[in-house]
């Protein structure tokens, strides 16, 4: 029946473009001989990907964030289900500022879908002693380039029992309203670009006050989002790499691999190769482990597709494996951190 369903829902998808002789690519806009002919670009493809998130303030004044001690560290543990269950005003705000981007055709993560996605996966993994809470598994899920982080505040809410729960008879008053909406590059944690405004006043509700200013306020926020991200184009996108050796084993990053250097020397000779203009900052280096920073890897191959973190780090394990005959884990898990083991020779 779903087979019969498929096929049916493709004949009227077929027949409303214009006929059942032609296929939805006849109905795209533009040349498509000439995008079929040209070549790749991964600069023209790569337009930040967007997706908006509450803050931690906001979702702490709905009782959605708390910390958790696991074998002696803590952790932030976020719930972005609560949250939404009690804050009706999100989805309207984030309406309002995917709508914008939307106007530019940039590429767009939405929040709820992805933690729906998750919704099988639990919120929390702590194998290995790492923890992932659900904003890790969030962005490693959705993989945005750029996070908008929404913080806001009414005066007047009844604090004692939720900063942003709104009071029964304050809906006739004239309300006050301060926000902050923060570009973040999610490799990073870097600020991009900030809207911050303050005691906005008005009669409307909190969530049209926002919606307003917003509206004001967007233009600025793309213009310093694209200039951001044209930089990252030409420099490379900024990560972490640090390789550590497997507890227990006999092997040490000081020691000569077949290759004639130790293997901390092949690892920097590898990232000296393949970032733009060589760039990186050594924060440690010991027999078991190298840490470096500032390590510019670029986001577009040398045949113009679109090249990213994993691309990079599958072609670095790759090369350790051939080249020296070590057998490497990955235990990354922030978008912007490279993690390998090396667990010993294959």
């Known amino acids: 029946m779903k087979k019969f369903l498929s096929i049916g829902i493709g004949i009227l998808l ?13 109905q795209s806009s533009g040349d498509m001989e000439a995008y079929e002919n040209s070549d790749v670009n991964g ?9 908006l998130l509450p803050a931690d ?9 708390s910390t958790k001690n696991v074998n002696g560290r803590d952790y932030q543990i976020r719930d972005y289900n609560k949250y939404l269950a009690n804050d009706d005003r999100f989805r309207r705000i984030a309406s309002t500022v995917q709508g914008s981007f939307n106007e530019d055709n940039y590429p767009l993560q939405d929040f709820e879908q992805t933690l729906k996605q998750l919704s099988t996966r639990g919120a929390t993994d702590m194998a290995d002693d790492l923890a992932q809470d659900a904003k890790t598994l ?8 750029i996070i908008l982080e929404l913080n806001y505040f009414q005066q007047g809410d009844n604090k004692q029992k939720n900063s942003l729960a709104r009071s029964s008879n304050s809906s006739n008053k004239e309300k006050v309203v301060s926000y902050t909406l923060s570009a973040i590059d ?43 991200f044209s930089d990252l184009q030409t420099r490379g996108r900024e990560v972490t790499l640090r390789v550590s050796v497997a507890k227990g084993s006999n092997q040490k990053l000081s020691d000569e691999s077949i290759e004639g250097d130790t293997y901390a020397d092949y690892i920097m000779d590898y990232v000296k190769r393949h970032t733009v ?17 500032n390590v510019r890897i670029p986001m577009v191959a ?24 070590v057998k490497t884990s990955n235990k990354s898990q922030g978008l912007g951190e490279i993690v390998l083991t090396i667990e010993g020779l294959n």
Do not use: H
């Not at 969030?138 to 380039?145: H, I, R, S, W, Y």
């Open 43 to 51: 600069v023209t493809q790569a337009l930040p990907t967007i997706m």
């Open 302 to 325: 040398d045949d113009g597709t679109q090249y990213g973190v994993y691309d990079w780090t599958r072609d670095l394990t790759k090369a350790m494996r051939k080249d020296l005959g």
């Open 14 to 26: 077929l027949t409303s473009c214009g006929g059942g002789n032609k296929n939805l690519a006849d």
């Open 277 to 293: 203009k060589g760039a990186y900052k050594m924060q440690n280096n010991t027999p078991n482990e190298l840490y470096l920073v």
């Open 138 to 145: 969030l962005l490693q899920t959705a993989n945005p380039d």
């Open 57 to 65: 303030n906001t979702l702490q004044s709905f009782g959605a964030f």
């Open 186 to 228: 999610a490799y990073t944690n870097k600020v991009i670009s900030t809207i911050n405004e303050n005691n906005i006043s008005g009669s409307t509700s909190t969530t049209e006050i926002i919606q307003k200013s917003l509206e004001k306020n967007m233009p600025q926020l793309k213009k310093d989002i694209v200039k951001y």
